[in-house]
């Protein structure tokens, strides 16, 4: 993988030390979360030691971070890939869910290093997983999430329903699970912020079979996340794939 770096694997919890309903579930399937991250060391290892409750494996991959997101996610026991040149979030999911399918993964679940998810509300996706494809976290477009966030949200939303045809309420989440199975059906060649919404549309495309599940709207640090000008390209790109669909 270019430009990427294996740093280490760490596994400090043994399979007979989680609960019996966990140990049924992962002798069915292999789970592997992926968090991509840059200069998350605020968070990360909390999103990590949160998540690996859940999942067999948690795959960091850490976007050319210039703070210590790569110790931290290490420390946590995370598996830690690193891009020696920032890719944006589109590249670095990317990085994560190859090496996810690489590893053997079964089912994937993505999530941001920021805290913007609750890890425990990994097992509410992985559940609709059971008669669906890929099961999408939508956060409620409330007064917990920021003025302008939410106005960007809930326009693109509109606008991927009315170019895809899709009813999906939240479309900028980043919050999902999917089986491998379906990997090749929603792969996208964004390598920003984008991403989410290229899935949408090629959930549309591809015709995945998919559910929505209301997860909590969390923002701890308002100046993060998807500007005005991100959201002007996601929807300029949005404009471009419903032209040459």
């Known amino acids: 993988m270019e430009a990427l770096t294996l740093i280490e694997q760490q596994s400090n919890q043994k399979p007979e030390e989680k609960t019996n309903s966990q140990s049924t579930q992962k002798l069915k399937q292999k789970i592997i979360a992926v968090i991509p991250a840059y200069n998350e060391e605020k968070y990360i290892q909390k999103v990590v030691e949160e998540t690996k409750k859940y999942v ?13 997101t790569n110790q931290l996610a290490k420390q946590a026991g995370a598996i830690v890939l690193r891009h020696e040149v920032n890719l944006a979030k589109g590249g670095a999911l990317k990085t994560g869910c190859d090496a996810a399918i690489q590893l053997g993964a079964d089912i994937i679940v993505t999530l941001d290093g920021d805290g913007q998810h609750d890890p425990n509300e990994i097992p509410k996706l992985i559940n609709g997983l059971e008669e669906h494809e890929l099961v999408i976290g939508a956060r409620k477009f409330n007064e917990n999430m ?10 693109l939303s509109k ?6 045809h899709t009813n999906i309420s939240d479309t900028q989440t980043g ?18 912020y984008e991403v989410e919404t290229e899935m949408i549309k090629n959930i549309n495309k591809n015709k995945v079979d998919f559910l929505e599940v209301e997860v909590k709207t969390i923002y701890n640090d308002n100046y993060k996340g998807t500007t005005p000008m991100d959201g002007a390209k996601i929807a300029l790109n949005m404009i471009k794939w419903r032209a040459k669909q």
């Open 56 to 68: 067999d494996d948690v795959i960091v991959v850490d976007d050319a971070s210039k703070d210590n």
């Open 146 to 155: 920021p003025i302008q966030s939410k106005i960007g949200n809930i326009t």
């Open 159 to 164: 606008f991927s329903k009315m170019l895809f």
């Open 175 to 192: 919050f999902r699970a999917f089986k491998s199975s379906a990997y090749s059906k929603i792969l996208w060649e964004s390598t920003g």
